[in-house]
């Protein structure tokens, strides 16, 4: 099955601070998705992107569908932004597979 | 519009027990997925459903079953409950699929002792 790898696993930033997170998947997917898991377990959608650039506010994501990676950009995090990142891969067959994540600490 | 709900939020079972988890999802969608979320495991699919019928199923032993009403709101059971199903379960709501944005509920914390 494809493997979703993301990277870093742990970011510590100062508000302000821009970051870029990184999802490589193994294997050509027809639907790619980020999330935000917040500390009490909600899972946010932030962009549904299976190829090409979006932005929303201070967020955006690019995925190079040929390259099989995918970018999250955070700009100007507030301490609001902490919490789990993921990113979400489908195939095609109705079933999204996870990475693991990359924790973030937006310190005041 | 409201957004998906489950219920219940928190479900403390013991073992050999089963449970049911309920998930109504955003009106007007007809796709619902459930995934099981854990420490050591990350987040698992389970199921997806579309208009009743379940499209793919995740790697689950068959204590594990699911169902779509008519209605697009969707059960999960899982029978003889066992330690390793403490669990964070999400379900997710879509119009059209995996081919379009996710909303997850707030799922259900099941606890097994």
């Known amino acids: 099955g494809i493997q979703v790898e993301q990277s870093p696993p742990d970011l510590i930033l100062q508000e302000g601070a821009n970051s870029t997170l990184r999802c490589n998947f193994s294997d050509s997917v027809n639907n790619l998705q980020w999330f935000h898991q917040n500390p009490w377990g909600q899972l946010i959608n932030l962009f549904y992107?299976?190829?090409g650039t979006k932005q929303n506010g201070r967020l955006s994501a690019t995925t190079v569908a040929t390259e099989r990676y995918s970018l999250l950009y955070i700009s100007s995090s507030q301490t609001t932004d902490s919490g789990v990142y993921f990113c979400?891969?489908?195939?095609?067959?109705?079933?999204?597979?996870f990475g693991t994540g990359t924790r973030l600490k937006v310190l005041a | 519009k409201a957004g998906v709900t489950q219920t219940p939020r928190y479900l403390i079972k013991t073992r050999g027990q089963q449970v049911t988890l309920s998930c109504s999802p955003i009106s007007g969608h007809r796709s619902v997925s459930w995934y099981q979320q854990t420490p050591g495991q990350g987040l698992q699919f389970l199921f997806e459903y579309f208009s009743e019928t379940q499209r793919n199923k995740g790697n689950f032993p068959g204590r594990f079953s699911g169902r779509q009403f008519s209605n697009s709101r969707s059960e999960m059971n899982v029978s003889t409950l066992e330690l390793g199903d403490s669990a964070l379960y999400l379900c997710?709501?879509?119009?059209?699929?995996?081919?379009?944005?996710?909303?997850f509920g707030s799922g259900t914390r099941l606890t097994v002792v």
């Open positions: 979400a891969v489908d195939s095609g067959t109705y079933k999204y597979i």
């Open positions: 997710a709501s879509s119009s059209r699929g995996t081919n379009y944005g996710y909303t």
């Open positions: 992107i299976p190829s």
